[in-house]
């Protein structure tokens, strides 16, 4: 049984980056449609769909994407917050991450959203994880 779906679905990014792959599948949950929605809004990830499997479980093909020398957009994508140590930032700490190059994801109250977003609209949330 696997108890942190984010960790699972950053962790398969990372790996289907680090080996050059096109196409990866992820477990489907509407928190992770939100961190792939993010990730796509930023450019860090081509697409995302969600797809009917059996037994009426979803799940959701990401298309990944690498720049010209076929390196991974992505160069480091970290969960911040775990299922056993919850971690909360106000809107004044998720100014700036990484000097305006990285984004910190947010769950807030407004959804799950960018850091200078959630700066922009003054709400704080779980920080769900980082990439830049």
């Not at 957009?73 to 305006?100: D, H, Q, W």
């Not at 947010?106 to 850091?115: E, F, H, L, Q, R």
């Amino acid at each position: 049984m696997m108890n942190d779906i984010i960790a699972d679905a950053l962790t398969r990014i990372r790996n289907a980056a680090m080996r050059k792959l096109d196409v990866t599948t992820l477990l489907h949950s509407n928190t992770v449609v939100g961190i792939l929605t993010v990730l796509e809004k930023k450019e860090y990830i081509e697409s995302f769909k969600v797809v009917d499997g059996q037994n009426n479980k979803k799940s959701v093909q990401v298309t990944l994407k690498y720049d010209e020398s076929e390196n991974s957009v992505i160069n480091e994508i970290t969960r911040v917050s775990s299922p056993g140590r919850r971690v909360y930032k106000n809107s004044a700490e998720l100014k700036n991450f990484k000097n305006g190059y990285g984004t910190i994801i947010v769950s807030t109250n407004k959804g799950v959203i960018a850091n200078d977003e959630a700066f922009a609209s003054n709400v704080g949330g779980e920080v769900l994880c980082t990439v830049w």
